[in-house]
């Protein structure tokens, strides 16, 4: 019989598990045991929608037996089997089974993190073997294969006698050392203990020989040592407990033994719906964003499941988008085992779990906004951008449900504030909600058109992403009041000079204007003298809906249309350098045209936006130095 060899990824992991020094060797079990839970699964929905099948609840379960002598630990399932290619295609290769990708190289690195973060599942079983033995007889198979390996090297398959459908799961242990005591795991009160701890929900019985001191049946106050089949797991499924029962580890520890993430949740809810709806579920509100979460490779989804029988183990239907970080599970009694997924994204129950599942989620987010501001800040810092995505997607179908959930950062404040508290601050005299878009705060902080603002002494929301904008857009107003770029044409702010001498600049240097405005052509809309700028001499602006940062983004994107916004240059007529443009503008045509392209790309580099000509421009200001 010929040796084949792993998939070059599985060959990695495998070295990675069997050298790797990792703390808590323990998890094997739980790997190997969640693996048989599966298996059950599926062989129990089939007996469950499958009527040649005969159900009986009792066939369904998983046993663990230690063999000292022979140092070896055996993990039994009556659970589905695998086939001679199942065995190949799922034990000869990892990416299959989904859980690792190997994209990420430096988390490769060492074992810990690989198990962290994904669950690497049967390979953990070469952490404390040295030969891992897979006998297996498949649902409606008359074989049964052996599937076989000692590591690295590769793996043999070879078809053997098993009587009944399942899998076994034989661990040769390695041998023990002066570090790792290998052996404990043929111990019954340490396995006992490992399985009570990782695998105590799994929903059917975890039976292991047990010895027991009972008394004699013939003599009085004498004991005897008898062994007996025990189920070592309590199996009611943690979503079926009482709240009032578990504990925050709890909750966590189904969080990592489910895979959900490898971080910390920020937070949990666990509801149960007795009403129209009927439902169990657990939601969790990830720390950490999936290193693929804003990536198409991304699926949102929660587990689902028809009265404990996993159904789906990403039902799409149950999440909104702007919720697809939440992670967890749903049990329902009202759906049917049967179902398809395509019925299912129709099923009138499964829209009311998730329009029930949506609000819980909104809730739980207010309240640890009210509540946790420090916690909040961290989800939002993680999934904020799919919170202003929710408030633009979809036409704004969703900007309600979503507005307050949004921060931005404050000028004021200097940190993240909600429009609420933007709001409440207002002065009575200021009409719109500011906002200034740049690459960073120091930038933002630093832009001339934020000058007037920040003089009348009003808040402005600083915007550093570019989905901002756009999402700003599409609220258009909150509690009434209209959003306002602070480059936009019209800031409805009366400074004092306007009462002054209200637009008396404009008239009077009108002929300059315009002579600015031919020589710039169609890079402008329009010059005008600036109501915005205090120290500066030049700024662009924006008229109409488009705004400069907008621009920026749109033409950013792979498929850009070269949208362009309506710019206006803007002078400060008060400053001296406007001085020396009309002195130019009455004396000397070619200085003036000099002035007005320098000017222009100024106003350019302010921006951040690129010069179209940039030797042109060294060139000029050579000329204005020599
Ligand atoms: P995962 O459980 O994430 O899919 P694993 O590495 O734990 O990844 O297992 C790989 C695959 O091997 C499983 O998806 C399953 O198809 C198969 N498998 C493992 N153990 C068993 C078992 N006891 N019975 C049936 N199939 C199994
Ligand atoms: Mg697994």
């Known amino acids: 019989m010929s040796k084949k060899e792993f998939k070059a990824e599985s060959k990695r992991l495998l070295d990675i598990m069997i050298n790797s020094i990792y703390s808590q060797r323990e998890v094997f079990l739980r790997e190997l045991v969640s693996n048989a839970s599966d298996a059950i699964d599926k062989i129990y929905y089939k007996a469950l929608t499958d009527e040649s099948l005969t159900f009986n609840k009792d066939d369904y379960y998983i046993k663990i037996s230690a063999d000292k002598e022979n140092r070896t630990l055996t993990i039994s399932d009556t659970g589905i089997g695998m086939t ?262 129709h099923d009138r129950q499964l829209k009311r779990i998730a329009k029930n599942i949506s609000k819980k989620i909104k809730n739980e987010l207010k309240n640890l906004l009210k509540n946790d501001r420090e916690k909040y800040e961290s989800f939002y810092h993680s999934f904020g951008r799919q919170i202003k995505f929710g408030v633009y997607n979809d036409f704004g179908a969703h900007k309600d449900t979503l507005k307050d959930l949004l921060l931005f950062y404050s000028s004021k404040e200097k940190k993240l504030v909600t429009l609420d508290e933007y709001v409440a601050r207002m002065p009575e005299d200021q009409k719109y909600i500011y906002y200034a878009s740049g690459d960073s705060y120091d930038r933002i902080e630093k832009l001339p058109q934020t000058e007037v603002v920040t003089e009348k002494g009003y808040e402005m929301l600083y915007f550093t992403e570019d989905i901002d904008e756009f999402a700003i857009k599409m609220l258009a107003t909150y509690q009434e009041k209209e959003f306002k770029s602070v480059s936009s044409g019209d800031l409805g702010i009366d400074t004092e000079e306007d009462q002054n001498q209200p637009d008396t600049d404009e008239n009077q240097y009108k002929e300059i204007f315009d002579e600015m405005k031919q020589t710039l052509a169609d890079k402008v809309n329009s010059v005008r003298a600036s109501k915005r700028l205090k120290s500066h001499s030049v700024c662009l602006a924006a008229d109409g809906e488009v705004t400069i940062e907008m621009e920026k983004i749109l033409n950013a994107m792979p498929d850009s249309q070269h949208v362009k916004a309506d710019k206006v240059l803007e002078i400060n007529t008060n400053h001296s350098v406007f001085q020396t443009l009309k002195t130019a503008f009455e004396n000397d045509k070619d200085k003036f045209s000099l002035y007005t392209n320098l000017l222009y790309n100024q106003a350019l580099l302010i921006e951040g936006l690129p010069i179209e000509d940039p030797v042109q421009f060294t060139n000029d200001i050579c000329k204005v130095m020599a």
């Open 84 to 345: 001679k290619a199942e065995l190949e295609e799922h034990l000869g290769t990892i990416a299959k089974s989904g859980s690792l990708s190997f994209k990420h190289e430096n988390e490769v690195k060492d074992g810990y993190d690989i198990i962290g973060q994904f669950g690497v599942g049967f390979y953990a079983a070469f952490m404390v073997a040295d030969v891992v033995t897979v006998i297996s007889k498949a649902l409606g198979s008359a074989e049964a294969f052996k599937w076989e390996s000692a590591g690295a090297d590769g793996y043999t398959i070879e078809s053997c006698q098993k009587d009944s459908v399942g899998t076994d799961v034989i661990l040769k242990l390695k041998e023990n050392t002066e570090d790792e005591n290998y052996d404990e795991y043929l111990e019954e009160h340490r396995l006992k203990t490992v399985i009570q701890t990782y695998s105590d929900f799994i929903r059917y019985p975890i039976k292991m020989d047990v010895t027991v001191n009972k008394p004699k049946e013939d003599a009085e106050n004498e004991f005897e040592e008898v062994v007996e089949e025990q189920t070592v797991n309590r199996m009611v499924p943690i979503w079926r407990k009482n709240k009032n029962e578990l504990t925050d580890e709890d909750y966590q520890a189904f969080y990592s033994e489910k895979h959900y993430g490898f971080d910390k949740p920020l937070a949990h809810i666990h509801t149960s719906v007795d009403g129209a709806v009927r439902y169990h579920a657990i939601l969790y509100i990830p720390e950490n964003i999936p290193f693929n979460y804003y990536s198409k490779e991304f699926e949102k989804g929660l587990e689902l499941y028809s009265n404990g029988v996993l159904i789906m183990d990403k039902c799409p239907d149950l999440l909104p988008d702007h919720f697809s970080f939440v992670k967890g599970m749903v049990d329902s009694e009202d759906l049917s085992l049967n179902i398809s997924r395509e019925m299912l994204q």
